[in-house]
């Protein structure tokens, strides 16, 4: 799997949107960006995933540029309980292959 | 989406000896994953688990330290074995699920060694 950076962590006002960065220099033309977060004490929770075109479903908003270098994952109105890290993971889109995780993104949602 | 059960989902145990981790999920699964979760890390691959075959591991770990089970394509087990306070970690397992084409997590199992 090719590499992500992340900030390590961030702070968001709760209702406003947050957004999560995530660099992937090194993604290959087959690799998709998946995002999950894991809320503390649980297991990780998938969120999205997409290739090179934006992405939206009722959790988030997921934007690639167009080089498909970065991205960003966006919680349109941030509450208390999307207080969790935030892993940005690329890999092929399959379900028979691990998932590596990085450090990830520690967000706080601030009231 | 699948859903996945552990069992236990927390225990305390004393150095030297094991504890065997139950992961059950509600569909048929080819593929199985173990992870590790040490006390703020991420996660870390442990070995992925297919019914019927022997379990691959990941670098770092070892069929005698952390023997797995895959009876069937709904159930598996992981072991922590000769325990030691280092093995303290929260353990969870994950399936493959084809339709959305993603991972699902259960919910783990916290593990502390004394």
């Known amino acids: 799997d090719a590499k992500t950076t992340q900030p390590p962590s961030m702070d968001c006002a709760e209702g406003r949107a947050a957004n999560l960065p995530c660099n992937h220099s090194t993604i290959s033309g087959n690799e998709y960006v998946y995002w999950y977060r894991q809320i503390h004490s649980q297991g990780p929770q998938y969120i999205i995933h997409?290739?090179?075109n934006n992405e939206t479903n009722e959790m988030a908003s997921l934007i690639i540029t167009e080089d498909r270098k970065s991205s960003t994952l966006i919680l349109p109105h941030a509450t208390l309980r999307d207080t969790a890290v935030y892993y940005c993971i690329v890999r092929v889109e399959t379900s028979y292959d691990k998932v590596i995780f990085g450090p990830g993104t520690s967000l706080s949602v601030i009231p | 989406s699948a859903v996945i059960s552990q069992k236990p989902s927390r225990d305390i145990c004393q150095r030297g000896t094991s504890l065997t981790i139950q992961c059950q999920v509600d569909s048929q699964v080819t593929m199985m994953f173990w992870y590790r979760q040490q006390p703020g890390q991420s996660l870390t691959l442990i070995a992925t688990?297919?019914?019927?075959?022997?379990?691959?591991?990941e670098s770092g770990f070892v069929i005698d330290k952390f023997p797995i089970s895959r009876p069937n394509l709904t159930f598996s087990t992981l072991t922590v074995s000769n325990m030691s306070p280092e093995d303290s970690s929260i353990y969870l397992c994950?399936?493959?699920?084809?339709?959305?084409?993603?991972?699902?997590f259960g919910p783990g199992t916290r593990l502390t060694v004394l």
């Open positions: 997409g290739l090179k």
């Open positions: 994950s399936v493959g699920d084809p339709f959305y084409n993603e991972q699902f």
């Open positions: 688990a297919n019914q019927g075959s022997e379990a691959t591991y």
